[in-house]
T-cell receptor, first 115, second 110 residues
Framework: DGGITQSPKYLFRKEGQNVTLSCEQN?????MYWYRQDPGQGLRLIYY???????QKGDIAEGYSVSREKKESFPLTVTSAQKNPTAFYLC??????????????FGEGSRLTVL | EDKVVQSPLSLVVHEGDTVTLNCSYE??????LLWYKQEKKAPTFLFML????IEKKSGRLSSILDKKELFSILNITATQTGDSAIYLC??????????FGKGITLSVRP
């Protein structure tokens, strides 16, 4: 079955620690995205990648970093510079890169809690 | 900056009621508007709208886009408890990324 796999589903970390969230897709999609969801805030774009070895900052990229070394994988690192890291993180992919995003396919999400 | 505003932010209805969810937007070089349903974790795709006045329908759900007035509505008829969810509206513009609204939390009571 094709889809997007995020791990871990739940993660607890102490303040000041970096943490990496995994996102893998087997849909052969070109574009991948990371969103953050807070209660009452909807989805806000952190980073996106339209092609391997290339990525762009979204609306709230500060305190986060990504890599896109393989088409299937787009890990997100939440660094200690992110002031409010506790949130629900969603990874998504879409068939097309370029100017018409089209439908997004989402993973099940990773809930990060910083203690 | 692209902007999407959904209303109301939350509503509670009883089974069998009809609901209308609203989405207005401001976006540079509009390309499409999408509706998603989020029950627990992963949002699932409902509709993609690109042309004004053409209704898209799937069972009890339907949606339409007005590109002149810059809004879309999502209608749900004969609501069921399984329709309880967050409904997300997003628009795609010139910068090849989706901008989401804050979502509408719908609760359907038995």
């Amino acid at each position: 079955d094709g889809g997007i796999t995020q791990s871990p589903k739940y993660l607890f970390r102490k303040e000041g620690q970096n943490v990496t969230l995994s996102c893998e897709q087997n849909l052969n999609h070109d574009a991948m995205y990371w969103y953050r969801q807070d209660p009452g805030q909807g989805l806000r774009l952190i980073y996106y990648s339209q092609i391997v070895n290339d990525f762009q900052k979204g609306d709230i990229a500060e305190g986060y970093s990504v890599s896109r070394e393989k088409k299937e994988s787009f890990p997100l690192t939440v660094t200690s510079a992110q002031k409010n890291p506790t949130a629900f993180y969603l990874c998504a992919s879409s068939i097309r890169a370029g100017t018409d995003t089209g439908e997004l396919f989402f993973g099940e999400g990773s809930r990060l809690t910083v203690l | 900056e692209d902007k999407v505003v959904q209303s109301p932010l939350s509503l509670v209805v009883h089974e069998g009621d009809t609901v209308t969810l609203n989405c207005s937007y401001e976006v540079t070089n509009f390309r499409s508007l999408l509706w998603y349903k989020q029950e627990k974790k992963a949002p699932t795709f409902l509709f993609m709208l690109t042309s004004s006045g053409i209704e898209k329908k799937s069972g009890r759900l339907s949606s339409i886009l007005d590109k002149k007035e810059l809004f879309s509505i999502l209608n749900i008829t004969a609501t069921q408890t399984g329709d309880s969810a967050i409904y997300l509206c997003a628009v795609s513009g010139a910068n090849s990324k989706l901008t989401f609204g804050k979502g509408i939390t719908l609760s359907v009571r038995p």
